[in-house]
């Protein structure tokens, strides 16, 4: 499956969403998640992310987002179509640490 890191948080392009054939991304308020067990690992949505936020989960270092996708897929409501990023989603496009300071 794929899931979404960090270098979505605050950009929330959805580029992704509009690729998606099955409708499998979740929208939180910073950022989306992949649904592990809707996904199809089709792969489409990947190349689509403009902040390479996408990522297979077989890469390395992955555990935490499989786990963070696996929480709030279940928690957030489904998007599926896209939308216009967040505001400052140009400037926050590979700032560092986004996690910790969108997310405690
Ligand atoms: Fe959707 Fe395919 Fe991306 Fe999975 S890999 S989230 S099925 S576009
Ligand atoms: Fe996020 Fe990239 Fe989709 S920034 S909303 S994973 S296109």
Same mark, same amino acid.
């Given at each position: 499956t794929f899931v979404v890191t960090d270098n979505c948080i605050a950009c929330k392009y959805t580029d992704c969403v509009?690729?998606?054939?099955?409708?499998?991304?979740?929208?939180? !308020?910073? /950022?989306?998640?992949?649904?592990?067990?809707?996904c199809i690992d089709c792969g489409v949505c990947e190349p689509e992310c403009? &902040?390479?936020?996408?990522?297979?989960?077989?890469? !390395?270092? /992955?555990?935490p987002w499989i786990a963070f996708n696996e929480k709030y897929a279940k928690i957030w409501p489904v998007i599926?179509? &896209?939308k216009d990023p967040l505001p400052e989603a140009d400037d926050m496009d590979g700032q560092a640490n986004k996690l910790e300071t969108h997310f405690s």
């Open positions: 509009s690729v998606c054939p099955v409708d499998c991304f979740y929208e939180g !308020e910073n /950022m989306l998640v992949i649904d592990p067990e809707e403009p &902040a390479d936020a996408i990522r297979a989960d077989t890469e !390395e270092g /992955m555990e599926t179509e &896209a």
